[in-house]
């Protein structure tokens, strides 16, 4: 079977993240819906090191398959067909999705107040955008993913207290673009609130211009951002395109 660009796009999206050290282990999933639907989606085999993985390595999870593919664990973790299928399915916004245990992200999510505050243009660019799911409850099985399915809501993102981030796009651009810079805002709020002085939070109204002109800025700085990323692994990496 021929491999698509949205396979290769995706398996490059792996690459980076282990390249960022923003992986966990051999968990953590990311997924692309075929286009046109909202039911069929890539996403990662088990047990490959993000490092890994290929564009040939990425399962296509289907209505017909999803139920033989829950009973066979070791192609497909469970967990990530019953979040990323649910979040598919529900939520009409989210054509690909990226979730990670990153150091950054996952910090956030463990404090009390976990809502990333506007201090900075990072920060800014996810004001009221980002949902956050308080009712951790296991691993993420059936019952579990539906809940995190509902409470992303309209939003883009959602950090998962005590958990981890998971953000979303219409494609693996803008996923992998905003899982990116969401990390960074992360890393940036935590380390101004370690200081222990003052934060100098922006005004309603900045934090919103700020994330409306970052969403409607005239160049496609995500599609350029995995272009460039595309272009070093097709030097370095090349067989992730296999």
Wanted: aromatic share 8%.
């Amino acid at each position: 079977m021929e491999i698509t660009d949205l396979q290769k796009d995706l398996a490059a999206t792996f690459r980076w993240t282990a390249r960022l050290n923003m992986h966990e282990g051999v968990a953590n999933h990311f997924s692309a819906c075929v286009p046109g639907s909202s039911t069929e989606f890539y996403i990662n085999k088990a047990g490959i090191h993000f490092s890994q993985i290929k564009a040939s390595d990425l399962i296509l999870v289907t209505k017909k398959n999803t139920k033989e593919l829950k009973n066979k664990p070791e192609i497909v973790d469970p967990t990530a067909i019953n979040i990323h299928g649910a979040i598919h399915e529900k939520v009409p916004q989210a054509k690909c999705i990226f979730h990670v245990h990153s150091k950054y992200a996952t910090a956030l999510s463990a404090l009390k107040d976990p809502v990333l505050k506007p201090i900075d243009q990072n920060t800014m660019i996810f004001y009221n955008r980002v949902s956050i799911f308080n009712e951790f409850g296991g691993l993420g099985f059936e019952e579990e993913s539906i809940k995190m399915a509902s409470a992303l809501g309209n939003k883009q993102h959602m950090l998962l207290a005590n958990h981890g981030i998971i953000t979303t796009g219409e494609t693996v651009a803008d996923g992998f673009n905003a899982l990116y810079y969401f990390e960074k805002a992360a890393e940036t709020y935590l380390t101004a609130l370690s200081t222990n002085k003052e934060l100098n939070i922006a005004s309603h109204e900045v934090a919103e211009k700020t994330a409306e002109e970052t969403a409607n800025y005239p160049i496609d700085l995500a599609k350029l951002h995995l272009n460039q990323i595309k272009l070093i692994l097709d030097k370095e990496e090349p067989d992730y395109k296999n």
